[in-house]
């Protein structure tokens, strides 16, 4: 699917956007950071971890990030931090620590 | 060549007549007096195999329209038909259905609302929808329900347009009534309408899109009004292009306005539907006592011609307007507002008063009709003052 | 019926950077139903609500798969629209008759149990070839809180108050799924968000069955049941062992349950993270606790008897 | 020059005033007329009195209404005549058709009409029993009004007419129609 561009919208002419309201394409919600709502990212031990993937089917921001059936990352633009991953890890490789660091895109 | 085959029938027949030529993907609809002879005759035509449809029996009108847009918004042709009580259970989807500017035709039965409850002819149910952002047709006789039911699909699904366009016509007095009408050739409406290429269907599955997104404080809902705005407004020559289009198809006169007498006109009663007839009837009577008597029929009244009906009726002497429908409150009935507005920016404006007549199916006599013009005169030789708002033959 | 490694193939069609608070249940939900229709295409609508709002706002859509909001009553009506679409369009030859599409309404509670019931039990009873998935928090979050007919028994909710004279909501919940599967569809379940894989098995068993099919979740709302956002996976998990949210399917008129609790929980452990129900806890109210366990072994009963019966 | 006439029919639902209403009109536009036919449609179910009306004219017809003033009043049940004005509106040179045994002299003077009006009586009911074997009065009526009036055309009226009941029924049927037509435009007498 291509990429609908929406970096100007703000200069749009009513008659320049998609008809009738529509968003002529899927999912560009991850263009949409909301990574700065978080006051805790989840830290995972990959020495801890089972790859049970649990934090994965659980997460309600899609932001467990999955390869070949692994966990590998958390996508922190879009990790809100509720805290879940941590809490349901059966192996205790999560852990929520305070939000210190900037965060690309995020101000 | 088209052919055309003349027939005994009603307004409904040649409505679901329409619509089988129309030959709509998806039609859901549910049944409501005086409507009901449409969706029966149109399943009747799906059960003989004579259209393709997939009919859905909804559970309500509100459904009826729902399951249009999301049938609409997949990609499909759609069409249905209602009525009264059950256009005014549509009225939030019909915001819907235009805001996210889905090309659905529908029928209504020009039915009063309760209470008290009532299935006889008024406006009052349509009228009530004439801000939902549809375009509106009116049909004086079956003949015109049929026509306008078949332009009003193609305009409705015109690439410069893409807005939900309403057929509508006189509960019982068009509905029901046998009369003679022409009908067309399936081959030829079908060639006259073509087939409806969607965009940004929800079925083209490769390709998702997200239709009904949310746009609040500060997103561009203003916008998305203005475009709609500029819809309605650029489908008036949409509406006279293929009015036009068909005409030259069936022979048959259209414009959004049509006149009787109005060349030399002093006296004029401007209508909508049915009673058109009744007007143009008395007015010929007049006219062979001498009387300078015109009638003007409107038959699209969203978009509103207001240029047109200004210039039709600004040198007369003395114009009767009259609305089978209540704008409670008001300064007149829908018609009167919009006439009277229309001529707003003229210098010279004849004098205007307004009639609010038939309410409920009240019959609309011939008398009446007489009685309006004969008023008409006096209030042109000032022999009594123009009452702002009459109800005409109510006790 | 996959597991979780080979759920986690699948392609996840709710995308991330969508306004839903953290550790909101409802797009957990969402994610989980999803996932059961494997790769075959879906079109997704949604009834006006948290979630229709919340992953819609324009420009942006977190749906990757074909989604339509129309309103709030609806969203049953419009989807079985999209089918019916899908149906004319085939039978005109417009789309390949080979072609497979599946359709799924989803809606809160109140734009199913109230608002949206007569445009529901419509399309259920029309046959549709369509899944209603209804995520239940058991009260209108979108507005703010406020009671439905899926409110439990004793909640407090911001138009059942909790004061001197009344004591949070005094009726009991409608139990929906016993209502849909009266309407003698192929397929009606009951499930967690909690209990993923029963969750995602049931959405393949949904999206498989040619015909109406109906999934009532339970998605907890940390922000309307006073929870913290890190516990609602364990509350789910709660409501299912107290037995407040047994987790059954009705297949073909076959009632079964499909999670079997040997030791049920007192209520209590249900209700006690949940700020929604601290009134019961206090002095004076232990009565209310007593009706609310009652009520709450009421329903399991009723379950228990209906999915005991044809054994 | 528009000739225009206009029929009112009274009847008790059920009894085929507006079948016929609409037959006739089919008829006048088999013959190239303009027509209109429309049932009054009130809440009343089976058995209540029932009007319906009937236009026929050699130009479009752009009324709209009820007929006010008919030329031509047909009334199928006999029984109504104590319970409605049936010659309300009637022309005065106008017509009265009216399904009864009684003579038509009588009829005439017992409603009042005016010498310039014709009142027609047939005994549709006793016909139709005699022919189609069930009390259906509707076709006989029709054919003691083209025996009367001559509105419209009764070669013309058969044949939509055997048309017509041939969807459903065999030639005994239309038969038995046809002698019920062809009796009452004769047997209708006028005073």
Known sequence: MSKWDVSDINQWKSDQFPRGAVIPTGGNSDEYVTGGWRSERPYRDDDKCTQCLLCWVFCPDTSAMVKDQKVYDFDLEHCKGCGICAHECPADAIEMVPEGCELPGVK | MPTQKVVATTGNTMVAEAMRQCAPDVVPAYPITPQTTIVEEFAKFVAQGRVHTEYVTVESEHSAMSACVGASAAGARVMTATSSQGLALMWEELHIAAGLRLPIVMANANRALAAPINIHCDHSDIMGARDTGWIIYFAETAQEAYDNTIMALRVAEHPEVMLPAMSTLDGFITTHSIDRAELMDDESVKAFVGDYKPENALLDVENPTTHGSFSGLGGPYFEFKKSQRNAIDRSMAVIKDVGAEWTKLSGRPFDVIEGWGMEDAEYIIVAIGSTAGNARHVAREMRAEGVKAGVLKVRVFRPFPFAEIADAIKDAKAVAVLDRSESFGAEGGPLFLEVRSALYDHDKRPALVNYIYGLGGADVKLELMRRVFSDLVDIADGVIEPGRLVYLGAR | ?311 | MQQLTEIRWHARAGQGAVTAAKVVAETALSADQYMQAMPEYGPERMGAPIKAFTRISNEPIEIHNNIEFPDVVIVLDESLLDVIDVTEGLKPNGTLIINTCSPAADVKKALGLPDTARCACVDASGIALDTIKRDIPNTPIVGALMGVTGVIDVEVFKELLGKNLGKKFGQEMIDANFAAVDRAYKEVTVA
């Open chain 3, 1 to 311: 019926m996959a597991n979780i490694r080979e759920l986690s193939d699948r392609a996840d069609r709710l995308a991330g950077g969508h306004r839903l608070c953290a550790g909101c249940g409802a797009s957990i939900a969402v994610r989980q139903v999803l996932l059961g229709a494997g790769e075959t295409p879906v079109v997704a609508g949604c009834a006006t609500g948290c979630l229709e709002v919340s992953t819609t706002i324009y420009p942006y859509t977190s749906w990757r798969t074909p989604f339509i909001h129309n309103a709030f009553e609806n969203s049953a009506a419009t989807i079985s629209g999209v089918e019916a679409a899908f149906k004319g369009l085939k039978a005109a030859g417009k789309i390949p008759a080979d072609k497979r599409v599946k359709f799924v309404a989803f809606g809160g509670d109140g734009g199913t149990y109230d608002i949206g019931l007569q445009s529901l039990s419509g399309a259920m009873e029309r046959g549709h070839d369509m899944v209603y998935v209804c995520y239940d928090n058991g009260a209108y979050m979108n507005t703010g809180i406020q009671r439905s007919s899926a409110t439990p028994f004793g909640a407090w909710a911001t138009t059942s108050e909790v004061g001197a004279a009344h004591q949070g909501k005094e009726q009991r919940r409608k139990d929906l799924t016993s209502i849909i599967a009266a309407h003698n569809v192929p397929y009606a379940a009951q499930a967690s968000v909690s209990h993923w894989k029963d969750l995602t098995d049931k959405a393949e068993k949904a999206f498989a069955v040619e015909g109406p099919a109906f999934i009532n979740v339970l998605a907890p709302c940390p922000r309307g049941w006073r929870s913290k956002p890190e516990s609602t996976i364990e509350i789910a998990k709660a409501a299912v062992q107290t037995g407040f949210w047994p987790l059954f399917e009705v297949v073909d008129g076959d009632w079964k349950q499909t999670v079997k609790v040997m030791n049920r929980k007192p209520i209590e452990e249900f209700l006690k993270s949940q700020g929604r129900f601290a009134h019961l806890f206090k002095p004076g109210n232990e009565g209310l606790l007593v009706e609310v366990q009652a009520e709450v072994d009421r329903y399991w009963e009723y379950v228990q008897n209906r999915c005991n019966c044809g054994q």
